[in-house]
């Protein structure tokens, strides 16, 4: 058990500073590309106007969260291998186990029912424009 808490005691901050070295990157990538993109306007080069284009369209569908169903999966996950854990153990304290383990299962089920829904919306947007477009083209 000392080695365990060993190894923990050890491997936070490890993993701790490896995230704050991607988040460095990351940070370093945006600044880079933000640079690019105002010199590219500030010469009126033909390639900028995409680029914009493309950063608003990024923008219009900030909150769909593209990785809800991802994160679901996994919550759901967790929420069966705890519960399937507290019903192997057998023991006094398996109702307990059992309750928190439909924290991360009913989390997990909100996220898959929100993306269910945001994908579900988005395909009706798609299909809106699509008939108005095809009504106005008919015209």
């Known amino acids: 058990m000392d080695k365990l808490l060993?190894?923990?005691?050890?491997?936070?901050?490890?993993?701790?500073?490896?995230?704050?070295?991607?988040?460095?990157?990351?940070?370093?990538?945006?600044w880079m590309l933000h640079r690019t993109l105002r010199q590219a306007i500030k010469e009126d080069a033909p390639v900028a106007a995409p680029l914009v284009d493309k950063i608003d369209r990024k923008s219009d569908r900030q909150g769909e969260l593209p990785g809800d169903d991802r994160n679901g999966l996994v919550l759901v996950a967790l929420g069966l291998a705890l519960g399937g854990f507290a019903l192997i153990q057998q023991d006094s304290n398996m109702r307990m186990t059992l309750g928190a383990a439909l924290f991360p299962l009913f989390v997990g089920l909100a996220l898959l029912c929100r993306d269910f829904l945001v994908k579900r919306a988005i395909a009706r947007e798609i299909a809106d424009d699509a008939m108005v477009a095809e009504a106005a083209g008919g015209r």
């Open 6 to 30: 060993e190894i923990v005691n050890w491997s936070t901050p490890a993993l701790f500073m490896l995230i704050g070295f991607v988040q460095f990157l990351r940070l370093i990538h945006a």
